[in-house]
Structures are given as C-alpha cells and as structure tokens.
C-alpha cells in the first residue's frame, strides 16, 4: 500500500515539474518571440528611415516644383504620376539626348572595371604568393597610399596628362586604372589569396603550369567572388565620378551623367527639379541593378577578404 502511495505522489510530481517545464518553455518562446518582433520592427523603422530619400526621389519626379518644396511625403498631390519629367529630361536642354551621355559613361566605365580587375588581381597575386627583394617596403608603399588623399594627386596628374595630350578625352579616367592605381582593390584582393590554400597551386606547378597559367585556370576562378565585389565598387565609383571627368573634359558631347545632371541645373535660372529627379533616377538606375544582381557573390567577397589572411 504504501508503495502504491509512493508512486502515485512520484506520478504527481513528476507530472507537476513537466508542467512546469512546459509553462517555462512556453514563457521562454514568447518572450523570444517577442524580442525577435522588436528587432525586426527596429530594423525595418531604420531601413525606411535610410532608404526614404531614395523613395522620396522616386515620388518627387513625378511633382512639380511647388509640390517638391512645400511637401515632405513622396506621393504626388491628387495621385497623379506625370511622367513630363521623364521625357523632357531625357530629351535634355542641349542638343544630345541623355542617351549620348550614358553612353559616354560607359565608355569610361567598361573599361576602367576591366582594366582594374586585371591589374588588381595581378598585383595581389604577386604580393601574395611570390619573393622577391624588396618586397616588404614596397607593401608598405601599397598600403601607405591608402591614406594618401586624392586631392593632392590632382595638379601633378593634370600637368601630366596635359604633356601626354590626353585633356579632353577618356584615357585619364581609365588609363590609371591598368597599373593597380586602386589600393584597396589590391589589399582586398591580397587577403583573399592569403586565405586560400597554397596545395592546389603547388598541385598545378606539379602538372607543369606556369604561374600565369596558375592564376587564369586555378586562382581565378576562386576569386571570383572577391573579383565581383572588386567590379562592383569600381562600376558605382566610377558612375558617380563627377570630379574626374569635371577636370579632364571639355567638350559637352563627350560628358558623362554626373556632369550633364549638373548642366541641366546650371543652363538657367529657372530649374525644373522634376527632370533633374528623374534623370538622377534613370542614373541610378544601372548601379542598383548591377548590386541586386551581384549581390550574393559582393557579400561572400567582402566578408572573406576581411576574415581571411
């Protein structure tokens, strides 16, 4: 009997701790739930915080100018989209469309990207996996240029150019680019290779290639990640390149966007923001496209190059 009593209070107790671990469980989920919820509508009140103005943008080329000074929200008054901007921006107050002018971004664009990915994975390859005497100072050098500002590279590269007779053509804003001038795209680029291992290399010497033949069949592919995110950076920086071509380039027909997006403002007084908004648009257009498509590979890229090595 009394064994009988003892197994029933045992049956009891056990039965009270599983509800018990059971309300816990219960309270843990909610309130890991609960957490969770908050860091998503955190996250989501500073991603429509920071992606605003670009939504903002969006809205204000369809308004007109008193509608863009006077109202903060992004929709147009009375919901009506008048694509006028768009077309009139297109056309351009001069006598070329916007269409010369992208397509003088892209002459400078292609191939400066493809002359610096060239350059940098050469030099990184290099650095990475040769000796050679000197080779410690002149890392130092690499890397000390990436606290050298470019300001003061302006007056003796313009004097230079001027003697190559390259003013007013599209050599200096690419023509750099083919001897690894972008050190971080070296450096990047370095830590990637360090991360890799060195066997399949000596694996390809074993099999007779040659270094060059090592790098194009082995290491290239890779690196492709690190060479996509390179080709990204360099495609949005040289998109947004008002300076360079503000210094080298003369001659409207050859500007690229960033410098036509600027004429538009300055033919008169009476600016109609609504062109200039669209055309920022249409600008922006191919850099967002490029990043969405290269996403996957831009983060595996740049989260390797930073943890390897």
Known sequence: ????????????????????????????????????????????????AMLYPLIWLLGASFKTNADIFTSIGFIPKDFKFDFTGYVNGWKTSTEYTFATYFLNTFKIVIPKVILTIVSAVLTAYGFARFKFPGKKILFGILISTLLLPNVVLRIPQFLMYKNFGWLDTYLPLFIPAAFATDTFFVFMLIQFIRGLPKE??????????????????????????????????????TMNDFMGPLIYLSSVEKYPVALALKMSMDVSSNVNWNQILAMSIIGLTPSLLVFFAAQRHFVDGISAGGVKG
């Not at 509800?19 to 890991?32: H, T």
């Not at 790098?215 to 390179?230: E, F, N, R």
């Open 1 to 48: 009997m009394e064994n009988i009593n003892k197994n029933i209070s045992t049956g009891s107790i056990t039965e009270e701790i599983r509800r018990e671990n059971l309300a816990r469980a219960k309270k843990r989920a909610i309130i890991s739930g609960m957490k969770l919820g908050m860091r998503y509508i955190i996250l989501s009140v500073v991603g429509i």
């Open 200 to 237: 399949i290399e000596e694996a390809a010497c074993v099999d007779g290639c040659n270094p060059l033949q090592t790098l194009v069949y082995i290491m290239v592919p890779m690196l492709k990640p690190a060479i996509i995110s390179v080709a990204l950076f360099q495609f949005m920086w």
